[in-house]
């Protein structure tokens, strides 16, 4: 698998989004090599890449195409994590990128960095030390939008996507408080059911919305923040 791109602006030429144009190629794989899960913003794209044996989260900056850190598909890339466990699910907004450690001491925990704060702790480079969102219950599947961090939580001893999950947020203003996003933080519980399965958050602007099946089938819940 490789990771691509389009321009709605070049539309019916090279580069563009149509059916028939041909599309911009970011990554290049080479034999067992993946490139998944792509998120973006603004000219940042991050994605989960397992070109060093294991998953790692990986991005390119559009300005740089053509050099080093660019997207084009000939463009070294920058490594943001180096980790003997699984590194997934990344998203990003504004300088925050994210992502969930697959084996963190034996969790499934949540990460950030600060592309702002790059050479220094809890920025992106892949020597940075990054931050920890989440050291309880098992977490997966974030979502990320202005300061604001939404996952979906599970007990400890009851990890599996198929097993009653309940959706978490935290404040990243709020850090060493709280609703902060430091792993000690106390986070903030947004659903509160026990027969509930498959709960996948979202957020944009003050609005989280989240799947749920509480009612026996998949329904659409949200809540304001």
Request: charged share 15%.
């Amino acid at each position: 698998h490789d990771i691509e791109m389009c321009d709605l602006s070049k539309n019916g030429q090279v580069g563009g989004c149509l059916t028939n144009d041909a599309k911009d190629q970011i990554t290049s794989s080479f034999p067992n090599v993946t490139q998944v899960d792509p998120a973006i913003y603004n000219n940042i794209i991050v994605w989960r890449d397992i070109t060093n044996s294991n998953w790692d989260i990986y991005r390119c900056d559009l300005t740089k195409n053509g050099q080093v850190g660019g997207c084009l598909t000939n463009n070294p890339k920058t490594r943001v994590t180096n980790s003997t466990s699984a590194q997934i699910n990344p998203d990003i907004y504004e300088n925050t990128i994210i992502w969930v450690d697959n084996n963190f001491n034996g969790k499934v925990a949540i990460f950030m960095c600060d592309l702002t704060k790059n050479g220094q702790p809890g920025g992106c480079l892949v020597g940075d030390s990054k931050t920890q969102v989440t050291s309880t219950g098992q977490q997966d599947i974030p979502d990320v939008y202005g300061n604001v961090i939404v996952w979906s939580s599970w007990p400890d001893y009851q990890y599996n996507h198929n097993s009653p999950n309940n959706i978490f947020m935290c404040n990243i203003l709020l850090n060493g408080n709280k609703g902060g996003c430091l792993a000690n933080d106390e986070k903030i519980q947004l659903s509160y059911t026990t027969n509930s399965n498959w709960k996948t958050a979202k957020i944009y602007g003050n609005n989280i919305i989240w799947t749920d099946e509480r009612n026996g089938n998949v329904d659409l819940y949200m809540t304001q923040i």
